[in-house]
């Protein structure tokens, strides 16, 4: 099955997140930069589809967006002019 991401990850990063590092799962990133399942262990079920895909991505960014945040609230909190620097 092929897949889209978004720029900001890879579908092995999506699917480790979100089956915990789980060993037998393999992808590889296409020449138009879709991306290929190439391998599924059969003990996790069927292999996900592209909204579930979408989803998992979506929530990594998300998280990704709010760790930025909270660093720049933290470093204008400090008010400490190098560290301000963003």
Avoid: C, H
């Amino acid at each position: 099955m092929i897949y889209t991401v978004p720029s900001t990850t890879t579908l092995g990063e999506v699917l480790g997140l979100q089956f915990a590092d789980a060993p037998g799962i393999a992808t590889r990133q296409n020449n138009d930069g879709t991306w290929d399942l190439t391998s599924w262990p059969a003990e996790l079920g069927s292999p996900p589809t592209q909204q579930q895909v979408d989803t998992w991505a979506a929530g990594i960014d998300a998280s990704r967006a709010a760790a930025r945040r909270a660093t720049i609230k933290s470093r204008l909190r400090d008010n400490e002019p190098e560290r301000v620097l963003l």
